[in-house]
Protein backbone atom coordinates (compact mmCIF):
# COMPACT_ATOMS: atom_id res chain seq x y z
CA UNK A 1 0.00 0.00 0.00
CA UNK A 2 0.81 3.65 -0.78
CA UNK A 3 0.38 5.91 1.85
CA UNK A 4 0.61 9.47 1.13
CA UNK A 5 0.70 12.79 3.43
CA UNK A 6 -0.93 15.95 2.71
CA UNK A 7 -0.23 18.42 5.74
CA UNK A 8 -1.31 21.00 3.85
CA UNK A 9 -4.65 20.46 1.97
CA UNK A 10 -6.07 22.25 -0.46
CA UNK A 11 -8.96 23.09 -2.94
CA UNK A 12 -7.99 23.17 -6.33
CA UNK A 13 -9.58 25.63 -8.39
CA UNK A 14 -9.19 26.12 -12.07
CA UNK A 15 -10.50 29.02 -14.03
CA UNK A 16 -9.80 28.33 -17.77
CA UNK A 17 -9.83 31.30 -20.01
CA UNK A 18 -10.50 31.48 -23.84
CA UNK A 19 -8.01 33.79 -24.70
CA UNK A 20 -4.56 34.96 -22.94
CA UNK A 21 -4.58 36.21 -19.39
CA UNK A 22 -4.16 40.03 -19.01
CA UNK A 23 -2.96 41.57 -16.23
CA UNK A 24 -5.68 44.86 -15.36
CA UNK A 25 -8.55 43.32 -17.83
CA UNK A 26 -11.34 41.59 -17.57
CA UNK A 27 -11.98 38.02 -18.08
CA UNK A 28 -15.11 35.67 -18.92
CA UNK A 29 -14.38 32.07 -18.03
CA UNK A 30 -14.98 29.34 -20.41
CA UNK A 31 -15.00 26.38 -17.50
CA UNK A 32 -14.22 26.49 -13.92
CA UNK A 33 -13.36 23.20 -12.03
CA UNK A 34 -12.76 22.22 -8.16
CA UNK A 35 -11.29 18.77 -6.88
CA UNK A 36 -9.68 18.06 -3.57
CA UNK A 37 -6.37 18.93 -4.01
CA UNK A 38 -2.50 18.97 -2.63
CA UNK A 39 0.44 16.90 -3.58
CA UNK A 40 0.09 14.08 -1.55
CA UNK A 41 -3.97 13.86 -2.30
CA UNK A 42 -3.34 13.95 -6.16
CA UNK A 43 -0.58 11.16 -5.91
CA UNK A 44 -3.17 9.25 -4.02
CA UNK A 45 -5.88 10.46 -6.54
CA UNK A 46 -3.64 8.73 -9.19
CA UNK A 47 -2.66 5.64 -7.58
CA UNK A 48 -5.77 4.89 -7.29
CA UNK A 49 -6.81 5.18 -10.59
CA UNK A 50 -4.20 2.75 -11.43
CA UNK A 51 -5.18 0.36 -9.41
CA UNK A 52 -3.08 0.17 -6.64
CA UNK A 53 -3.48 0.33 -2.97
CA UNK A 54 -3.30 3.79 -1.49
CA UNK A 55 -4.53 5.97 1.29
CA UNK A 56 -4.37 9.31 1.96
CA UNK A 57 -3.31 11.05 5.30
CA UNK A 58 -4.03 14.88 5.56
CA UNK A 59 -5.81 16.72 8.71
CA UNK A 60 -9.59 17.88 8.09
CA UNK A 61 -12.81 18.20 9.73
CA UNK A 62 -15.39 15.31 8.69
CA UNK A 63 -17.28 18.13 6.52
CA UNK A 64 -14.23 19.18 4.99
CA UNK A 65 -14.43 19.69 1.34
CA UNK A 66 -11.06 18.05 0.60
CA UNK A 67 -11.87 15.19 2.95
CA UNK A 68 -15.97 15.00 1.39
CA UNK A 69 -14.11 14.99 -2.16
CA UNK A 70 -12.41 12.26 -1.71
CA UNK A 71 -15.05 10.31 0.19
CA UNK A 72 -16.73 11.14 -3.32
CA UNK A 73 -14.14 9.76 -5.14
CA UNK A 74 -13.84 6.77 -3.40
CA UNK A 75 -9.95 7.75 -2.07
CA UNK A 76 -9.10 5.77 1.24
CA UNK A 77 -8.56 8.05 3.71
CA UNK A 78 -7.21 8.74 6.94
CA UNK A 79 -7.43 12.36 8.75
CA UNK A 80 -6.47 14.02 12.12
CA UNK A 81 -9.08 16.28 12.95
CA UNK A 82 -8.48 20.04 13.05
CA UNK A 83 -10.55 23.40 13.09
CA UNK A 84 -10.94 25.48 9.87
CA UNK A 85 -10.80 25.59 6.49
CA UNK A 86 -8.43 24.14 4.32
CA UNK A 87 -6.79 26.71 1.57
CA UNK A 88 -8.08 26.71 -1.73
CA UNK A 89 -5.27 26.79 -4.69
CA UNK A 90 -6.53 28.84 -8.03
CA UNK A 91 -5.42 28.12 -11.14
CA UNK A 92 -5.59 30.27 -14.30
CA UNK A 93 -4.96 28.24 -17.45
CA UNK A 94 -4.96 29.43 -20.78
CA UNK A 95 -5.40 28.14 -23.83
CA UNK A 96 -1.72 27.40 -24.91
CA UNK A 97 -1.09 25.53 -21.71
CA UNK A 98 0.30 28.14 -19.87
CA UNK A 99 -0.76 28.14 -16.54
CA UNK A 100 -0.76 30.50 -13.89
CA UNK A 101 -1.29 29.65 -10.14
CA UNK A 102 -2.31 31.68 -6.81
CA UNK A 103 -1.60 29.10 -3.65
CA UNK A 104 -3.22 30.65 -0.09
CA UNK A 105 -0.28 29.88 2.94
CA UNK A 106 -2.56 27.36 4.34
CA UNK A 107 -4.50 26.61 7.57
CA UNK A 108 -2.18 26.42 10.66
CA UNK A 109 -1.61 23.16 12.55
CA UNK A 110 -0.56 23.10 15.98
CA UNK A 111 2.41 20.93 17.93
CA UNK A 112 -0.49 18.66 18.63
CA UNK A 113 -1.84 18.43 15.43
CA UNK A 114 2.30 17.72 14.09
CA UNK A 115 2.42 15.03 16.58
CA UNK A 116 -1.19 13.27 15.64
CA UNK A 117 -0.28 13.15 12.44
CA UNK A 118 3.35 11.60 13.11
CA UNK A 119 1.58 8.89 15.41
CA UNK A 120 -1.03 8.25 12.52
CA UNK A 121 2.11 7.79 10.17
CA UNK A 122 4.06 5.31 12.38
CA UNK A 123 0.53 3.20 12.67
CA UNK A 124 0.12 3.20 9.20
CA UNK A 125 3.68 2.35 8.41
CA UNK A 126 3.24 -1.30 9.47
CA UNK A 127 1.26 -1.81 6.06
CA UNK A 128 2.90 0.21 4.01
CA UNK A 129 5.42 -0.75 1.08
CA UNK A 130 5.65 3.78 0.46
CA UNK A 131 5.15 6.43 2.46
CA UNK A 132 5.09 9.71 0.27
CA UNK A 133 5.18 13.36 2.19
CA UNK A 134 4.29 15.67 -0.47
CA UNK A 135 3.87 19.32 -0.90
CA UNK A 136 4.36 22.48 1.37
CA UNK A 137 4.04 22.80 5.17
CA UNK A 138 1.36 24.90 6.07
CA UNK A 139 2.06 27.84 9.00
CA UNK A 140 3.06 26.43 12.33
CA UNK A 141 5.43 23.36 11.06
CA UNK A 142 8.82 23.79 11.46
CA UNK A 143 11.30 23.26 8.23
CA UNK A 144 12.36 20.02 9.60
CA UNK A 145 9.17 18.20 10.34
CA UNK A 146 9.57 16.29 6.73
CA UNK A 147 13.19 15.63 7.84
CA UNK A 148 12.28 14.41 11.13
CA UNK A 149 9.20 12.44 9.93
CA UNK A 150 11.86 10.75 7.61
CA UNK A 151 14.18 9.45 10.61
CA UNK A 152 11.15 8.56 12.58
CA UNK A 153 10.11 6.22 9.81
CA UNK A 154 12.66 5.21 8.89
CA UNK A 155 14.00 3.64 11.80
CA UNK A 156 11.03 1.60 12.13
CA UNK A 157 10.84 -2.38 11.81
CA UNK A 158 9.75 -4.42 8.60
CA UNK A 159 6.10 -3.89 7.14
CA UNK A 160 3.50 -6.58 8.67
CA UNK A 161 3.58 -8.79 5.13
CA UNK A 162 7.54 -9.60 5.55
CA UNK A 163 8.52 -6.96 2.54
CA UNK A 164 11.09 -5.17 4.36
CA UNK A 165 11.25 -1.57 5.78
CA UNK A 166 8.49 1.05 4.82
CA UNK A 167 10.41 3.64 2.04
CA UNK A 168 10.10 6.82 2.16
CA UNK A 169 9.34 9.47 -0.79
CA UNK A 170 9.36 13.35 -0.34
CA UNK A 171 8.42 15.59 -2.54
CA UNK A 172 9.18 19.38 -1.40
CA UNK A 173 10.72 22.72 -2.41
CA UNK A 174 12.30 25.63 -0.60
CA UNK A 175 13.18 25.60 3.45
CA UNK A 176 11.44 21.82 4.02
CA UNK A 177 13.47 20.93 1.27
CA UNK A 178 16.60 21.77 1.93
CA UNK A 179 16.42 20.76 5.64
CA UNK A 180 16.21 17.42 4.45
CA UNK A 181 20.14 17.89 3.63
CA UNK A 182 21.00 20.63 5.99
CA UNK A 183 23.40 20.07 9.06
CA UNK A 184 21.37 18.93 10.87
CA UNK A 185 19.10 15.99 8.64
CA UNK A 186 19.22 12.64 9.78
CA UNK A 187 18.20 9.56 7.79
CA UNK A 188 17.87 10.54 3.99
CA UNK A 189 14.69 9.62 2.03
CA UNK A 190 14.78 6.64 -0.29
CA UNK A 191 13.45 8.47 -3.06
CA UNK A 192 13.22 12.71 -3.51
CA UNK A 193 11.74 14.09 -6.48
CA UNK A 194 13.24 17.39 -7.42
CA UNK A 195 12.14 19.54 -10.62
CA UNK A 196 14.96 21.41 -12.34
CA UNK A 197 14.70 24.83 -9.56
CA UNK A 198 14.47 21.96 -6.75
CA UNK A 199 17.25 20.47 -7.84
CA UNK A 200 19.08 24.01 -8.11
CA UNK A 201 18.23 24.48 -4.56
CA UNK A 202 20.17 21.33 -3.54
CA UNK A 203 23.10 21.45 -4.97
CA UNK A 204 24.06 25.66 -5.67
CA UNK A 205 23.54 24.89 -9.51
CA UNK A 206 21.91 26.69 -12.38
CA UNK A 207 18.72 25.61 -12.57
CA UNK A 208 18.52 26.52 -16.42
CA UNK A 209 21.68 24.42 -16.63
CA UNK A 210 19.98 21.12 -14.90
CA UNK A 211 17.58 21.31 -17.73
CA UNK A 212 19.72 19.64 -19.40
CA UNK A 213 19.68 16.03 -18.71
CA UNK A 214 23.65 15.15 -18.31
CA UNK A 215 24.11 18.19 -16.23
CA UNK A 216 20.74 17.14 -13.77
CA UNK A 217 21.86 13.22 -13.62
CA UNK A 218 25.49 14.56 -12.21
CA UNK A 219 23.66 16.63 -10.12
CA UNK A 220 21.47 14.08 -8.71
CA UNK A 221 24.48 11.82 -7.85
CA UNK A 222 25.24 14.41 -4.83
CA UNK A 223 22.24 13.46 -3.15
CA UNK A 224 22.62 10.31 -3.75
CA UNK A 225 26.35 10.56 -1.76
CA UNK A 226 24.39 12.29 1.13
CA UNK A 227 22.31 8.49 1.17
CA UNK A 228 19.11 9.39 -1.08
CA UNK A 229 18.24 6.16 -2.22
CA UNK A 230 17.22 7.14 -6.06
CA UNK A 231 16.46 10.92 -7.43
CA UNK A 232 13.36 11.40 -9.74
CA UNK A 233 14.38 14.59 -11.40
CA UNK A 234 11.53 16.13 -13.35
CA UNK A 235 12.69 18.48 -16.12
CA UNK A 236 9.38 19.95 -17.30
CA UNK A 237 8.99 19.55 -21.32
CA UNK A 238 12.30 17.84 -21.99
CA UNK A 239 11.44 14.55 -20.09
CA UNK A 240 12.51 13.03 -16.22
CA UNK A 241 16.22 12.01 -15.53
CA UNK A 242 16.02 9.08 -12.87
CA UNK A 243 19.36 8.62 -11.27
CA UNK A 244 19.91 5.44 -8.78
CA UNK A 245 22.70 3.12 -7.30
CA UNK A 246 22.16 0.95 -10.16
CA UNK A 247 22.71 4.31 -12.99
CA UNK A 248 21.31 7.15 -14.37
CA UNK A 249 18.55 7.22 -17.34
CA UNK A 250 16.54 9.76 -19.54
CA UNK A 251 12.98 9.58 -20.85
CA UNK A 252 12.30 12.25 -23.33
CA UNK A 253 8.57 13.66 -22.99
CA UNK A 254 6.39 12.44 -26.18
CA UNK A 255 5.03 15.30 -27.80
CA UNK A 256 1.64 16.64 -26.63
CA UNK A 257 -0.49 19.24 -26.56
CA UNK A 258 -0.09 21.41 -23.73
CA UNK A 259 -3.43 22.40 -21.97
CA UNK A 260 -2.07 22.06 -18.03
CA UNK A 261 0.72 21.59 -16.08
CA UNK A 262 -1.32 21.15 -12.69
CA UNK A 263 -0.76 17.93 -10.84
CA UNK A 264 1.99 17.23 -13.73
CA UNK A 265 4.57 15.98 -10.93
CA UNK A 266 2.18 14.77 -8.55
CA UNK A 267 1.07 12.14 -11.40
CA UNK A 268 5.39 11.14 -12.94
CA UNK A 269 5.45 10.32 -8.97
CA UNK A 270 2.97 8.32 -8.78
CA UNK A 271 3.68 6.45 -12.23
CA UNK A 272 6.96 5.82 -11.01
CA UNK A 273 5.76 4.68 -7.74
CA UNK A 274 2.72 2.51 -10.03
CA UNK A 275 5.89 0.86 -11.67
CA UNK A 276 8.13 0.48 -8.91
CA UNK A 277 5.08 -1.53 -7.32
CA UNK A 278 4.76 -3.97 -10.15
CA UNK A 279 8.47 -4.60 -10.05
CA UNK A 280 9.45 -2.91 -12.83
CA UNK A 281 13.25 -1.85 -13.42
CA UNK A 282 14.34 1.18 -13.00
CA UNK A 283 14.34 2.60 -16.60
CA UNK A 284 10.52 1.24 -17.04
CA UNK A 285 9.84 3.38 -13.82
CA UNK A 286 11.04 6.35 -15.51
CA UNK A 287 9.15 5.69 -18.65
CA UNK A 288 6.34 5.21 -16.44
CA UNK A 289 7.15 8.24 -14.50
CA UNK A 290 7.18 10.47 -18.01
CA UNK A 291 4.31 8.85 -19.42
CA UNK A 292 2.13 10.01 -16.22
CA UNK A 293 3.46 13.23 -15.90
CA UNK A 294 3.01 14.09 -19.93
CA UNK A 295 -0.52 12.40 -19.61
CA UNK A 296 -1.22 15.25 -16.69
CA UNK A 297 -0.20 17.97 -18.99
CA UNK A 298 -2.26 16.92 -21.58
CA UNK A 299 -5.41 17.15 -19.41
CA UNK A 300 -7.31 20.26 -19.01
CA UNK A 301 -7.72 22.11 -15.47
CA UNK A 302 -6.79 19.97 -12.40
CA UNK A 303 -7.50 16.84 -14.42
CA UNK A 304 -5.34 13.83 -13.32
CA UNK A 305 -4.87 10.68 -15.90
CA UNK A 306 -5.83 7.14 -15.05
CA UNK A 307 -4.19 4.17 -17.32
CA UNK A 308 -6.43 4.79 -20.35
CA UNK A 309 -4.34 8.07 -20.71
CA UNK A 310 -1.36 6.80 -20.64
CA UNK A 311 1.14 6.67 -23.93
CA UNK A 312 3.78 4.26 -22.35
CA UNK A 313 5.08 2.70 -25.49
CA UNK A 314 5.44 6.87 -26.82
CA UNK A 315 8.26 7.21 -23.92
CA UNK A 316 11.59 5.56 -24.42
CA UNK A 317 14.88 5.49 -21.71
CA UNK A 318 18.05 5.42 -22.57
CA UNK A 319 20.95 5.09 -19.58
CA UNK A 320 23.45 8.53 -19.29
CA UNK A 321 26.71 8.36 -18.23
CA UNK A 322 27.87 10.85 -15.02
CA UNK A 323 31.37 10.98 -15.94
CA UNK A 324 31.16 14.49 -15.95
CA UNK A 325 30.07 16.39 -12.95
CA UNK A 326 28.73 20.07 -12.83
CA UNK A 327 30.86 22.82 -10.80
CA UNK A 328 29.00 25.04 -8.93
Known amino acids: MIVTLTANPSVDRTVTLTEPLRRGQVHRAAGVTSHPGGKGVNVARVVAAGGARTLAVLPGADDDPV ?36 NEPGRPLTERDLGELT ?23 PVEWYAQLVTTLSALGGTSDGAGRTRIAVDTSDAPLLALFGENAGTAPDLVKPNS ?5 LTGL ?12 AAATRLLECGVGAVLATLGAAGAVLVTGEGAWFAAAPPIVPRSTVGAGDSALAGYLLAEQSGATPADRLRSAVAYGSAATALPGTGLPGPA ?3 LDAVTARPLALSDRPSA
Open 119 to 141: ALLVELAAGASWIVLSGSLPPGA
Open 309 to 311: DIA
Open 197 to 201: DELAQ
Open 206 to 217: DPVALEEPSAAA
Open 67 to 102: VSGLRAAGIAFRTVPVPGAPRTNLTIAETDGTTTKI
